[in-house]
């Protein structure tokens, strides 16, 4: 399984952003369609901290309540992509943030940086 994450880049306080995530799959018991999906994040000096997970249906989600409702994910599964829209950017959310597949984070992509600084 291969995930390549993008969007991330400098944001003011405030501001928007959405990540994205393309993942391919050649396991044939498990193409992305059927992988669970997380959102991840490492802020500087700081451990990981879960942010959102989805069903590989989407029928289901969930995010880390702290977030307060400001983060949320979504997939395409007809575009093999997984998305993290993020509202009302705070300059604590300035982190590196990885999309992770599979219940318990088995894949990983690389990881897109994120800044929130005016």
């Known amino acids: 399984v291969q995930l390549v994450e993008a969007g991330g880049g400098l944001a003011q306080p405030g501001g928007s952003l959405r990540l994205s995530c393309v993942g391919s799959?050649?396991?044939?018991?498990?193409?992305?369609?059927?992988?669970?999906m997380n959102w991840v994040r490492r802020a500087p000096g700081k451990g990981l901290e879960w942010l959102c997970s989805?069903?590989?249906?989407?029928?289901?989600?969930a995010c880390v309540d702290s977030l307060k409702g400001r983060f949320k994910i979504s997939r395409d599964n007809a575009k093999n992509t997984v998305y993290l829209t993020m509202d009302s950017l705070k300059s604590e959310d300035t982190a590196l943030y990885f999309c992770?597949?599979?219940?318990?984070?088995?894949?990983w992509g690389q990881g897109t940086q994120v800044t929130v600084s005016s």
């Open positions: 992770a597949g599979h219940p318990l984070l088995r894949y």
């Open positions: 799959s050649d396991l044939p018991t498990l193409p992305f369609n059927k992988l669970y």
């Open positions: 989805i069903y590989s249906d989407g029928s289901v989600s």
